[in-house]
T-cell receptor
Framework: QQQVKQSPQSLIVQKGGISIINCAYENTAFDYFPWYQQFPGKGPALLIAIRPDVSEKKEGRFTISFNKSAKQFSLHIMDSQPGDSATYFCAASMQGNTPLVFGKGTRLSVIA | NAGVTQTPKFQVLKTGQSMTLQCAQDMNHEYMSWYRQDPGMGLRLIHYSVGAGITDQGEVPNGYNVSRSTTEDFPLRLLSAAPSQTSVYFC?????????FGPGTRLTVT
C-alpha cells in the first residue's frame, strides 16, 4: 500500500533524446509527487514536483506527467544532456507528518 | 541559509565502536529524518522526527538511536557499529511537502 514502484532501474539515452522514467503508486491518499536528482557523492536535490489536481507540470526541459486514474506519474527529460546523467528518485507523500515514500531510483546515463 | 548540514563527511569505525552523526538545519523545519543509501537499495528511512521531543522509527531503525532536543538538530547515534552499517547516511528536513537533503556522511565500519 505504501510502495512506489519505479522503472527502469537504469537508462541510457543519446544526447538530445528524451529520457522517460516511470513510477506507480497504490495509496490514493498520496497528494504530492516529487522527483529528486542525485549526482554521485551528493545528496538528492528536489527537481520538480506535482500535485494530483494537474496532469502535467513543466520546468525547463523537465516535465512531470500525472495520470490519477492509473495511479502513475512519469518524468520526461527533453533534449537530454550529458550533465543530466544522475540517479533520479520519484517519491510520494500525503498531508500530515508522514514520511515520503521513495522509489528505488533510476540511474540515467546520457551519452554523446 | 546553510540549509541542511551534516558532519562528518567521512568516517571509518571499527566494529563495536560508537559514534554520532550530526545533522543541523537552519530553516526552522519541524520535520527531520535520517536515511541510509546502499547500492541498489534506494533511500531507506531510519528514523524521523515531527518536532522537538518527538521521534519515530522508519523502515530500518535497528542499531540506531535518535533524539530531538531542539528544532535545529537531529543527531543519529550508532551505539555499537557493525559492518552492515557501512553506508552513506543522509539527513533531511521538510516544510509541509518540500524535503531537502544534506550532503551526506559516508561511513565505513571495518
Amino acid at each position: 500500500q505504501q510502495q512506489v514502484k519505479q522503472s527502469p532501474q537504469s537508462l541510457i539515452v543519446q544526447k538530445g533524446g528524451i529520457s522517460i522514467i516511470n513510477c506507480a503508486y497504490e495509496n490514493t491518499a498520496f497528494d504530492y509527487f516529487p522527483w529528486y536528482q542525485q549526482f554521485p557523492g551528493k545528496g538528492p536535490a528536489l527537481l520538480i514536483a506535482i500535485r494530483p489536481d494537474v496532469s502535467e507540470k513543466k520546468e525547463g526541459r523537465f516535465t512531470i506527467s500525472f495520470n490519477k486514474s492509473a495511479k502513475q506519474f512519469s518524468l520526461h527529460i527533453m533534449d537530454s544532456q550529458p550533465g543530466d546523467s544522475a540517479t533520479y528518485f520519484c517519491a510520494a507523500s500525503m498531508q500530515g507528518n508522514t514520511p515520503l515514500v521513495f522509489g528505488k531510483g533510476t540511474r540515467l546515463s546520457v551519452i554523446a | 541559509n546553510a540549509g541542511v548540514t551534516q558532519t562528518p563527511k567521512f568516517q571509518v569505525l571499527k566494529t563495536g565502536q560508537s559514534m554520532t552523526l550530526q545533522c543541523a538545519q537552519d530553516m526552522n523545519h519541524e520535520y527531520m529524518s535520517w536515511y541510509r543509501q546502499d547500492p541498489g537499495m534506494g533511500l531507506r528511512l531510519i528514523h524521523y522526527s515531527v518536532g522537538a521531543g518527538i521521534t519515530d522509527q522508519g523502515e530500518v531503525p535497528n542499531g540506531y538511536n535518535v533524539s530531538r532536543s531542539t528544532t535545529e538538530d537531529f543527531p543519529l547515534r550508532l551505539l555499537s557499529a557493525a559492518p552492515s552499517q557501512t553506508s552513506v547516511y543522509f539527513c533531511a528536513s521538510r516544510l509541509i511537502y518540500e524535503q531537502y537533503f544534506g550532503p551526506g556522511t559516508r561511513l565505513t565500519v571495518t
